[in-house]
């Protein structure tokens, strides 16, 4: 087993307060990085690596953990510019043009949505994304969700069964029906395939008692419960989803006091998509009240054909401090251990002796320049399990 370090890094992230300066991003200055196989075994100053078979000058660039992407709709067909369009000229988003997605993908070969999938994973890769949850809830019938499940988990680990997303076009007459198939023949066929288990609770698509059913059932069934949650108005999807210990309740857009006291003593992490709101001009997440209450907060990039069609998680992270309240500091730790919480993984999102080695060099001397200089493509280089892929 080769080793290889990266030294000479202006300032490395490593999310681990013990290892560098004492505030969660455990900041080293001047520090170097060791690598054995797949994992990190050494971090520290530069000064004081140890020999290795191999090492590369970081020539004073920064090092943070590869970003994890812990919400994304990658297994897709089609095409929604119409409709992006359509509201960037006034008209209101609704959650109903996930139905011009469905159509395409039920239309789609096999070849077609894998091809698609392995597309976009490629395209955040490049931009330092080495660890991405993607869902179902294009297909709603249990062929078609299946089939999304499977060919998700030929890319990626973190797989979601959402077949509850909306009432399937099928049963628009017969939402109670759709919930039957949802937790009964639905996930039979699905649960093999999937970590998670999801559900759209909102305004349109599923209420709370629906949302109960389908993920106390997906539970009873070994997948773990994650929501989308009040994303378009006041609901209790949050608090659902803290009662159920879920992993996290993800856009939390409009919160009430209650539901973010719940977050902050609960075990469920807040996971913010600022794309969503980019993408539809809705109103932006409070990042700040929620930490403030003690909340776990991720910061995902909800890459989807609707509401939000962005895999850069930079770009999210420049949102996020820009729009929504958060420093860069608590903007980079929501990008990679926030949205490791989200998964409820401890192998990723930090850069420590035993993590996985998921790094990411930038060509910058700070983790800070990923908002102080949005949309510039600042990734140099991207190690995934310690080999090096970009």
Sequence with gaps: MTSTAVTHIASLVTNDPSLGNGTPLGLIHD???????????????????????NVLDAAGRAVVPGFVDSHSHLVFAGDRTEEF???????????????T??????????????????????????????????????????????????????????VTYLGAHIVSPDYADDPAGYVDLVTGPMLEACAPHARWIDVF???????????????????AKGLHPRIHANQLSHGPGVRLAVELDAASADHCTHLTDADVDALGQGNTVATLLPGAEFSTRADWPDARRLLDAGATVALSTDCNPGSSFTSSVPFCIALAVRDMGMTPDEAIWSA???????????????????????????????????????????????????????
């Design 31 to 53: 520090a170097a990085v060791v690598i054995e196989g797949d994992r990190v075994v050494w971090t520290g100053e530069s000064s004081k690596a140890p020999a290795t078979d």
């Design 85 to 99: 369009n359509a509201r960037m000229s006034g008209q209101p988003y609704r959650a109903g043009g996930i139905r």
């Design 101 to 158: 997605t469905v159509a395409a993908t039920r239309a789609a070969s096999d070849d077609e949505l894998s091809a698609n999938v392995a597309r976009y994973l490629a395209e955040a890769l490049r931009q330092g994304t080495t660890t991405l949850e993607t869902k179902s809830g294009y297909g709603l019938t249990v062929e078609d969700e299946a089939r999304a499940l499977r060919i998700a988990g030929r890319h990626t680990d973190e």
């Design 201 to 219: 609770c909102e305004q349109g698509a599923f209420d709370g008692d629906q949302a109960r059913a389908v993920l106390t059932a997906g539970r």
């Design 336 to 390: 990679t251990a926030g949205g490791a919480a989200a998964l409820r993984r401890t192998d990723i999102g930090r850069i420590a002796p035993g993590a996985r080695a998921d790094l990411v060099l930038l060509d910058a001397p700070s983790h800070v320049h990923l908002a102080y200089r949005p949309g510039v493509p600042l990734v140099s280089a991207v190690w995934r399990g310690g080999r090096r892929v970009v």
